[in-house]
């Protein structure tokens, strides 16, 4: 329940606005100027706000597109990334956003054909390269569809350009709009997994990992092209036997011609990042295990980390191509 929204004046009237608002009937709505007001101010305390998180809507200005970090690809030769909202219902123990925002507030920005524009801008700008653009870097990209219809939005885009490929990153078991669509070749649904022990613990609020792999089977099997991102991979005593299980059933659970890529990924903070979620956090056990400063980020010492990820790329081979196969480093 989100007892108050904030809403920004220039788009009131928005019939986005008016749209989102008709699904919360008893919040309380305020007028702002600007979400700046209410979202990241340096006296917020992250924790504090994710018990209870307002939502703000608002008018995004410029930054439509974004390029991707370096090492953040599934085979592309250039990628991108955009974001119609910032935080995310989820609270998993490891995730960035609580590093990089003082806020827990929820914002979502109405003006989507403002990121339509910025699409097709850069589609033409770059209409030589194989491109892959990312929903959701600063969200979870299918978690609050039910909401904001973005996703439905942006598929009529991707519906024009079948050779550009887009991801939504999610730990939803949010099916639609797919489950009631023609699949479509150049989307890539993309899901985080970890094993449902370490999930229970970490993996907050999200659902759990066994409904996950049912979603994921039941969109592969209506024909869209899946992603696993085994990402971040966490260590414990008995890693191996924990992903190995996880692993296996996975695969001999969703039919394999579906599989677009399968990515790992390393447990990892930038250093400013770090500090801020281990202040939040100082007991987790998560980050008083044994991580260290690594090229400037914060994660397990390398041994580990390549140990991690070449015992789950081995185990991945029995299924699937090694060209399926990618190391997210960022
Ligand atoms: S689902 Fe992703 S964005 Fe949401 S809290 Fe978890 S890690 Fe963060």
Redesign the pocket.
């Given at each position: 329940m989100i007892e108050t929204i904030y809403v920004e004046e220039a788009i009131q009237n928005h019939p986005r606005t008016k749209f989102i608002l008709k699904k919360f009937k008893k919040s309380r709505i305020i007028s702002i100027y600007k979400y700046g007001e209410i979202f990241n101010k340096k006296n917020q305390n992250f924790r504090i706000q994710k018990a209870n998180p307002c939502l703000i809507l608002a008018h995004k200005k410029d930054n439509f597109v974004l390029p991707a970090p370096e090492g953040f690809g599934i085979g592309s030769s250039k990628n991108f990334y955009f974001s119609h909202m910032y935080?995310?219902?989820?609270?998993?123990r490891?995730?960035?956003?609580?590093g990089m925002y003082s806020s827990a507030n929820y914002v979502i920005f109405v003006n989507f054909e403002d990121f339509d524009i910025a699409i097709k801008k850069t589609i033409k700008k770059n209409i030589n390269s194989k491109l892959t653009f990312f929903s959701?870097y600063?969200?979870?990209s299918l978690?609050l569809e039910s909401v904001t219809g973005f996703a439905k939005h942006i598929l009529s885009i991707f519906r024009i350009y079948p050779q550009i490929e887009i991801e939504f990153?999610?730990?939803?078991i949010q099916k639609e709009p797919f489950l009631s669509m023609k699949p479509m070749q150049n989307v890539i649904l993309a899901y985080?997994l970890m094993p449902e022990l370490i999930s229970n613990s970490l993996?907050?609020?999200?659902p759990s990992i066994s409904k996950r792999i049912r979603v994921i089977s039941e969109l592969a099997s209506k024909g869209w092209r899946i992603g696993l991102r085994f990402d971040p991979l966490i260590h414990s005593k008995n890693w191996k036997e924990l992903y190995k299980e996880l692993l296996e059933y996975v695969y001999n659970n969703i039919s394999l011609n579906c599989l677009h890529s399968v990515s790992f990924g390393s447990l990892r903070f930038p250093k400013r990042m770090f500090k801020n979620i281990f202040k939040l956090y100082p007991n987790e056990l998560l980050f008083t295990s044994p991580l260290s400063l690594n090229n400037k980020m914060i994660s397990y010492d390398i041994e580990i980390e390549e140990e991690m990820t070449s015992y789950c790329k081995n185990l991945s081979l029995k299924y699937i191509n090694e060209d399926q196969i990618f190391k997210c480093s960022i």
């Open positions: 935080n995310c219902i989820y609270d998993c490891y995730c960035f956003l609580q959701g600063d969200c979870d978690a990153r999610t730990k939803s985080s993996d907050n609020k999200a």
